[in-house]
DNA sequence: CTAAACCATAACGTTACGTTAATGTCAAGG
DNA sequence: CCTTGACATTAACGTAACGTTATGGTTTAG
């Protein structure tokens, strides 16, 4: 009286909770070959088979891709505990790349939001009121009062998406830049890369050899400038200033 | 002195870390075209071209498709906000998704290492050593000596690999009697389930009708194997019940 | 002048199926 | 007996985001 069971596609398809196309995918790659009906070429799932689709759609839940579970399968008993541990690295591993992700989703929408900081030349208008209006005053004097409430005016104008996007230029500049070290503060990949540089502050001044070279400066002195362009890199701040001197001295 | 930069593929490419198959499929997906140069067809990118760049690279980092990419360049400003809070949503709810994984993975990982508590008849084995041995003692009074003895023999006798699949089968076959719960413990959708629950049971001990109603009576009474029966289904376990005896009566 | 190094387009391969489409088979009803 | 409907079969294209040849034209360094 042993139940002789015997299904056909659809009805194994049902039982396990996923489409007969499921089936005759596994079929057609090796994973899950069923028996056929010799009268009509039926596929016929047995017992064994049904437990192998069960460890198959167990393995598969857990992010396991068909060619691992094909693996796994093949190989009996101890490999599964080790293709487990191995998995669990990489979903562990997936798991850290998207909290990253989240949290730079979460920093740009603040930013977005307008309730940080910002980089670099957007710490002109990105420190709180007080310490905005200290330093104001500092570069009004370093640098003349009308090009400093230019400079304001000029980031203000932009639209949130629009500030993102010249953040984003700052930040690859910056990195290339770094890239460029290697080379010397004279070596056309510096240079190129100053180049690039005195194009991308036009989104905050008229730039001119004086302004150029007092940015040089401020980012080495000023720890607020300073502190951004170290998360970057060390020397970066410096390497920058000997660079421009380079480049205006060519410029002139 | 504008430096009027216009860069070919490969150059771009290295400069924004992509392939130039990457720049072909943005062009050839309308994402990112670029000028040509009508003298040889060469592909030429403009600075605003290299800044669009930038930010699809920023969003695709983000998890963010191409298709979406498309959309949120396309409309300007404010869209990017809703897009970005929308971005979360989604990547956390991957995140909750990854991490219910690991944690499967890790019980699995931790049954198989013979840790932790089993379900249903796996109580027989896996209960700690003392709860282990005062049920015992109460299964030799309720089904004889010999019975038990040999049920447990037989369990241990599994690999790790070969108790879990019969783990896994077990929950397949409750969870479809919960799905033949509507039609009664009368339907056949019920009593083919039983019919492999039957089958099931011989993992454990030589089914008689005897032992099958006996564990239809344990699952309900028995508070162990009742919770876990209850968090498959709170009826599930008088469901079974009658379904055993229905089954049993037609058995004889 | 030639070879290396670049450019172009075309087209197939990847994952795990979904979705037609054309065709064959089976059980039930008129 | 024939039709109808619900099943079965295989074949084939589509998906996302490119990688990887393959084939042929262009530019540049020596």
């Known amino acids: 009286m042993t139940t002789d069971l015997r299904y056909t596609v659809r009805q194994l398809a049902v039982i396990a909770g996923v ?33 192998r689709l069960q460890q198959i759609l167990f393995l598969r839940e857990l992010g396991f891709s068909l060619e691992e579970i094909r693996e796994v399968l093949n190989q009996p008993d101890f490999d599964l505990l080790t293709a487990l541990e191995q998995h669990r690295l990489s979903l562990q591993a997936r798991r850290r790349k998207l909290e990253g992700l989240i949290a730079t989703v979460e920093r740009t929408i603040s930013f977005l939001k307008g309730d940080i900081e910002m980089d670099a030349h957007e710490l002109f208008s990105g420190f709180s009121e007080e310490k905005q209006k200290a330093y104001k005053e500092e570069a009004r004097r370093r640098y003349g009062a009308q090009r400093v409430d230019e400079s304001y005016q000029r980031w203000d104008n932009y639209s949130n ?4 996007k010249i953040m984003q230029e700052g930040k690859t500049i910056y990195l290339d830049l770094v890239e460029a070290m290697p080379y010397g503060p004279s070596s056309p990949q510096a240079q190129e890369g100053i180049a690039r540089w005195h194009q991308h ?52």
Chains 1, 2 share one sequence.
Not at 32 to 41: D, E, W
Not at 208 to 236: M, V
């Open 201 to 252: 502050i036009r989104y905050f001044y008229e730039p001119s050899a004086e302004i150029l070279l007092g940015l040089g400066d401020l980012y080495n002195d000023d720890p607020r400038f300073n502190a951004t362009f170290n998360r970057i890199h060390p020397d970066l701040a410096a390497f920058m200033r000997q660079a421009i001197q380079v480049y205006c001295q060519k410029m002139s």
């Open 161 to 164: 998406d629009q500030k993102l």
């Open 19 to 51: 489409s007969a196309r499921t089936l005759h995918y596994y079929d057609e790659i090796n994973l899950l070959k069923p028996g056929r009906n010799p009268a009509n070429g039926y596929r016929l799932y047995d017992r064994t088979a049904v437990l």
